[in-house]
């Protein structure tokens, strides 16, 4: 159990017998632990000064009371049960209401779903932004289950309502690189790459000069689209306390699959031979959700290229793109095109050539 307050230099008392605190109870000076069912009451001291109390009773349950959806949902209606699932989809959130309608299912995966019905979060606390509570996330509440019917579909549903959540862990954030050791990212919530193995890039596209950027970043903020870059393999990321909106990052997700409607719109990562980078998705393909990808409008889709390469790494630089109809052009080091008498360094494009940053990262 850990209390804390916004004031650092406050003294904090507690009592754990549901009687009220005061500057005589005992002192929290370090996290404690509970083994049965017990009411923790808290009060903070400023300068000698007694701020409000506060009240919380914490439950101690048996792995036996614990019910999976499944077997949640063989229960009678305005049966008090605890149920124990993961969460695969929720309401949009919505700051006028304090509460947020969600469905859980057993591991993620299964068909049998419970609808937690105005759900609140932890012990009764309201919901206040988008990231409380999110899919993938597994929780247990207490709740009574009930079934519900539609009156205009005829539908019944199962939900649990009223419910309390007594536990939310939150989903891991995992990216999956390819041999290719390049994938797209998306966030839940705000990730910290700086104490893993992975490199993360935002991605910008310059419509005028037709080419894209690669940057590096060490954090992003939730739901956000990003390139990373590792060994082959899956990784878990560490959430990070917070982080700032990115303001130069063209790589966008979809909440729910999206059938693509036009040609060279929508370019997503993969691998073609020996060349990774950005290639376009055909028309009435399906892209699917969270699926990180880059768009070009398609009033300027004359001039999008059939792909555009990433090379190993690159920082800061634009990506010169080698396709069949650049064969044998000549790029000055910025990555511009540039005439046959040019006076700077330059190098003549060849198949599969990329420019690179002399500060690549192995």
Not at 14 to 33: C, E, M, R, V, W
Not at 56 to 75: G, H, N, R, Y
Not at 128 to 149: C, F, H, P, R
């Amino acid at each position: 159990m850990t209390i804390t307050v916004d004031n650092a230099s406050a003294k904090v008392y507690y009592t754990l017998d549901g009687t009220t605190p005061n500057d005589k109870s005992t002192l929290y000076t370090a996290p404690f632990s509970l083994d049965k069912t017990t009411t923790v009451t808290a009060i903070a001291y400023v300068n000698g000064k007694a701020g409000k109390t506060v009240s919380m009773k914490f439950e101690k349950i048996d792995e036996s009371q614990i019910l999976t959806v499944a077997e949640a949902l063989k229960k009678a209606d305005n049966t008090e049960v605890y149920v124990k699932g993961t969460v695969v989809s929720t309401q949009k959130y919505n700051k006028k209401y304090t509460n947020l309608n969600y469905w859980i299912t057993d591991g993620g995966a299964s068909t049998d779903t419970l609808e937690v019905y105005r759900g609140t979060y932890l012990n009764g606390a309201d919901i206040t932004n988008d990231e409380q509570i999110m899919s993938g996330d597994e929780v247990i509440l207490k709740a009574t289950i009930t079934t519900y019917k539609n009156s205009k579909t005829n539908v019944t549903t199962r939900e649990l309502t009223p419910s309390t959540l007594l536990s939310l862990t939150q989903a891991k954030e995992t990216a999956t690189i390819t041999d290719a050791g390049w994938a797209t990212f998306v966030s839940k919530r705000a990730v910290d790459f700086s104490g893993s193995n992975v490199n993360a890039y935002t991605v910008k596209y310059d419509s005028l000069a037709n080419t894209i950027t690669l940057t590096p970043i060490e954090k992003i903020p939730g739901k956000t689209a990003v390139v990373v870059k590792g060994d082959a393999g899956s990784y878990n990321f560490d959430h990070a306390e917070s982080a700032d909106a990115l303001t130069d990052n063209n790589l966008e997700f979809k909440y729910s699959d999206y059938t693509v409607k036009a040609e060279k719109t929508f370019y997503i990562l993969a691998q073609n031979g020996d060349v990774c980078g950005f290639y376009p998705v055909k028309v009435n393909t399906t892209l699917p959700a969270y699926k990180g990808y880059f768009y070009i409008k398609s009033t300027t889709t004359t001039k999008a290229k059939d792909f555009y390469a990433i090379g190993k790494t690159t920082t800061n630089i634009n990506n010169a793109v080698i396709n069949n109809a650049q064969r044998g052009i000549r790029y000055n080091l910025n990555g511009q095109r540039v005439s046959d008498s040019y006076k700077g360094g330059s190098a003549l494009s060849k198949p599969n050539m990329f420019w690179e940053d002399d500060n690549e990262n192995q």
